[in-house]
């Protein structure tokens, strides 16, 4: 008996909690839903810095991230894994 071969699917999110204090939102860089309808990955800018071929992930900056909730805007510095 043959098995069926399915194929799988990847998701990727980058997750920054907005840093106002008096919203406390959690937000997908990734998503334009969350960062008040802005590509930061365009042309896979976000993506490259996930995986970088020199430096480190001390190195990944995404600039002037609105946060959906409040409209603070902030920028982000550094990737955890």
Not at 19 to 44: I, Q
Not at 58 to 67: G, L, Q
């Amino acid at each position: 008996m043959e098995l069926e071969s399915v194929s799988a699917s990847l998701s990727i999110e980058m997750l920054v909690d907005c840093p106002n204090d008096d919203c406390g939102g959690y937000l997908d860089l990734l998503n334009e839903k969350d960062t008040s309808d802005v590509d930061h990955n365009e042309e896979g800018n976000l993506m490259s810095q996930m995986f970088p071929k020199t430096g480190s992930h001390d190195d990944f900056t995404c600039e002037s991230v609105v946060c959906k909730y409040c409209k603070t805007e902030f920028n982000v510095k550094g990737l955890e894994w």
